[in-house]
C-alpha cells in the first residue's frame, strides 16, 4: 500500500497566496493531532504487520513455498499459524497481517482500542529509530510544502512576487532552492531552533522511510483530511 502525506491539501493553486500563508501559519501553531496519530499507525502497520506471513522455515518447504499462489494451500497454512498460537495476542497478531496483506481491512480496523499499544512502540527501540520531535519537525515542513510549491511555481522575479502577496521571508527561503521541501526547511528552522539541513534528515526519516517501505495492495488508509 502506498503511503500518503500527512497533510493533503487540494486546490492549493486556487488559493491566493496571501490566504494560504494564512491558513498554514494556523495549522502550524494548531498541529492536529490526528495528523501524529496517523504517522504512528503508518509506521506501526509497517514495523509490526508487514512481514512476510507464510515465509517461515519452520512451517514451509521449498516445494511447498512455490505452491503458495494457490489459495488453498495459503488456506492451510493459515491455519497451521492460527493453531499454533499461544496467545490471543500472537493470534490477532497474525490475523491482522493476513488481512492487511489481503487487502481486506487495516489492523487499527481489526484490533480497535488495543492498536493503540502497537501505536506506542511503533517509534520506540531499535527497530524504530524516530522521535517524537522527529514527527513534530517532518509535520510542519510538509505543512508548508504546499505554499513553496506554489511559490516556486510562480517563476517570477522578487517585486512581482511580492505584489502576488508572497511572504518575503519566504521569497528569501525559496531563493537558489529547487525543490519546495528545501524551501519549507530553510522557512521553518529559525522558528524550530534548528538548522535546515537537520530538519531534511527529519523530514527523510519519517516520510522517505515511510514511502520506500509502504507496498502490497491498498486497503482503507485514513489520514487527516483537508485543512484548507
Known amino acids: 500500500m502506498k503511503a500518503t502525506k500527512a ?3 487540494p486546490g492549493v493553486n486556487e488559493i491566493s ?3 494560504l500563508f494564512k ?5 502550524e501553531e494548531h498541529l492536529p493531532e ?3 496519530k496517523w504517522l504512528q499507525t503508518q509506521f506501526a502497520n509497517e514495523r509490526f504487520f508487514s512481514y512476510p506471513l507464510f515465509d517461515h522455515p519452520q512451517y514451509i518447504s521449498d516445494e511447498l513455498r512455490e505452491s503458495l499462489p494457490d489459495s488453498g494451500v495459503k488456506y492451510n497454512l493459515l491455519l497451521i499459524l492460527l493453531r499454533n498460537c499461544r496467545t490471543s495476542e500472537k493470534l490477532l497478531l497474525i490475523l491482522a497481517t493476513w488481512l492487511r496483506m489481503e487487502g481486506i481491512c487495516q489492523p487499527e480496523d481489526l484490533l480497535g482500542a488495543d492498536f493503540s499499544r502497537y501505536r506506542w512502540k511503533a517509534l520506540r527501540g531499535s527497530g524504530g529509530r524516530l522521535s517524537l520531535t ?6 510542519i515542513v510538509d505543512i508548508w ?10 517563476r517570477r522575479n522578487r517585486l512581482d512576487l511580492l505584489r502576488l502577496g508572497f ?5 528569501q527561503s525559496a531563493f537558489g532552492k529547487r525543490s519546495a521541501r528545501a524551501a519549507a526547511c530553510d522557512y521553518v528552522c529559525f522558528r524550530l531552533g534548528v538548522d535546515a539541513f537537520a530538519l531534511e534528515n527529519a523530514y527523510s526519516r519519517v516520510f522517505n522511510k515511510l514511502n520506500k517501505r509502504s507496498s502490497g ?11 484548507i
Open 167 to 171: 511572504d518575503e521571508s519566504a521569497i
Open 17 to 19: 497566496p496571501k490566504e
Open 134 to 139: 522527529d514527527l513534530r519537525q517532518a509535520f
Open 7 to 9: 497533510i493533503d491539501n
Open 217 to 227: 495492495p491498498s486497503t482503507q488508509d485514513r489520514q487527516p483530511g483537508s485543512q
Open 145 to 154: 510544502k504546499p505554499y513553496f510549491q506554489q511559490l516556486l511555481h510562480a
Open 23 to 27: 491558513r498554514l501559519r494556523d495549522q
Open 34 to 36: 490526528d495528523g501524529f
